[in-house]
Structure formats: structure tokens, C-alpha cells
């Protein structure tokens, strides 16, 4: 599996992990209103993009009062409105070229911005202009399950393209299925009636090309990416950078 592949699941795992911060809460609260406001109304069943941000909560252990909560809030039932939130995006590079795309959801713009630059800085980055980097990602959706049965994950990617996914990878006991964000959903109901659970679903930023770091670089933008997550309103940040295996292993242990 490529280096940037294996960050991606990597960092899965550690976000999963973390659900003792209540950081992470709050971001996927802010994930669940948004998509409720937006991708059309508080029923799952009727809002894909609801259910993603649901199964999202529910993997990191968020109490089901919340989830409710972060609903009506999208739904305007309780009053207090999802409209103060904004989705902002940054661009930038770090260490050694890579890029780095970040998403965002605030409640204060000036705030945001001004936490996003001080992690570029202290983490050897540059905070880059609009448009500066997000030429080289795509809209995918991604799923990933953990499959060590060859046989068996190759026959989940077989179902995966016949449902109509665009690529499917299998290595290091991963398969990592990537579609047209339109086609996620059906992609993953065929997965599910193979009774299989997923590691991840979701709609990502996949980079059309990667820049391959070495060992030094490809700690420190480690560190840059997490200090950058780490910021209570990013939901999510992505880069085009390989990371050498050494240095992954490394990550990967501290997780």
C-alpha cells in the first residue's frame, strides 16, 4: 500500500481512538448539524449524508443524546439554528512541497483563520491563497474494511465495481474502494448485504497526484497534520504527501 494510502488508514485509526477528547465531539456534532441543515433534513434514511456523519459518531462512542441533539440543531427544533456555523476551506503546503487541504466549520471565521496560521508556522508549513493546492484532489467517496481473507476481499472488489466503484485496492490486508461521490451510496449498500463492516465511508478529497518526502519532511508534515487537526473547528485535513513506510511505522506505533 502507497505511503499516502497507508497514512489515510492510519489516521482513521488514531480519529477512532480519540474519543476521549471532547474535541472530537464537538467536530462531529458540528459534522451531524451541517448535514442535516444541508444534505436534507434529520432522516438518515432520506439523508445519506446524515448517515455517514451518524455511522461517523457512532464509531467514536458518541452518546446517542448528542447525536439527537446535533439533529434538532440542524433542524432548527432547538433552537439555537445551525446558520452560525460556516464551512471554510485552507490551502497550503508543508514540509518538503506537499500539499495540504484543510476543511473547516466555525462559529468565528477570524478565529479559525488565525489557528490555522500560527499550526502553519509552528509546524514549518505555509498557509497558502485560495485555490492554491485544490486543483490536485478529487471528490471520492472511500470506503475501507479490513479483510486479512485475499480471497474474500477480492471478492468484496468485485462486488464494489459491479455496483459501480471506480477503483479498488487490496494490499497489506486493506481494501480501500474508491467511487464517484454519487455512487457511494449504492456502492456501500451492496457491501453491506455481503455482511462485512466497514473500517470507514465517507466522502474525501483523494490527491490526482502525490509527492513522495523523506524521512525528515515526512515527520515534521506529520506533525503539522496533527497539530492542524488537533484544532477544534477542522473537521478534516488532507495532503498529497507519500510518507517513507519507516516513518509510518513509527506513526502509526505512537497511535
Not at 459534522?31 to 444541508?38: E, K, P
Not at 485552507?90 to 490555522?116: F, H, K, S
Request: proline residues 3%; negative net charge; contains cysteine.
Amino acid at each position: 500500500m502507497s505511503g499516502h494510502s497507508k497514512w489515510s488508514t492510519i489516521k482513521r485509526a488514531k480519529g477512532a481512538a480519540d474519543a476521549k477528547r471532547g474535541a472530537l465531539f464537538t467536530k462531529l456534532a458540528r459534522d451531524i448539524t451541517l448535514a442535516t441543515s444541508q444534505g436534507g433534513g434529520g432522516d438518515p434514511d432520506m439523508n445519506f449524508r446524515l448517515r455517514l456523519a451518524i455511522d461517523k459518531a457512532k464509531s467514536s462512542n458518541m452518546p446517542m443524546d448528542s447525536i439527537s441533539r446535533a439533529i434538532k440543531r440542524g433542524t432548527g427544533e432547538s433552537g439555537e439554528g445551525a446558520e452560525a456555523l460556516s464551512e471554510i476551506t485552507y490551502e497550503g503546503y508543508g514540509p518538503g512541497g506537499g500539499a495540504i487541504l484543510i476543511q473547516a466549520v466555525t462559529d468565528n471565521r477570524n478565529r479559525t483563520a488565525a489557528e490555522v496560521r500560527s499550526a502553519f508556522n509552528k509546524g514549518g508549513g505555509n498557509l497558502g491563497e485560495s485555490g492554491c493546492v485544490a486543483w490536485n484532489f478529487e471528490t471520492k467517496g472511500v470506503i475501507t474494511i479490513e479483510m486479512d481473507d485475499e480471497e474474500k476481499a477480492e471478492e468484496l472488489g468485485l462486488v464494489a465495481i459491479d455496483a459501480g466503484a471506480e477503483d479498488v485496492k487490496i494490499e497489506d490486508g486493506i481494501v480501500e474502494i474508491h467511487t464517484a461521490p454519487d455512487t457511494l451510496q449504492t456502492t456501500q449498500k451492496a457491501l453491506e448485504e455481503q455482511e462485512v463492516s466497514f473500517t470507514s465511508s465517507d466522502i474525501s478529497l483523494v490527491p490526482k497526484a502525490t509527492v513522495a518526502l523523506d524521512a525528515r519532511a515526512a515527520e515534521q508534515t506529520l506533525r503539522l497534520l496533527d497539530l492542524l487537526e488537533d484544532l477544534a473547528d477542522i473537521q478534516k485535513a488532507y495532503t498529497n504527501a507519500d510518507f517513507p513506510p519507516e516513518v509510518l511505522e513509527q506513526y502509526g506505533a505512537a497511535s
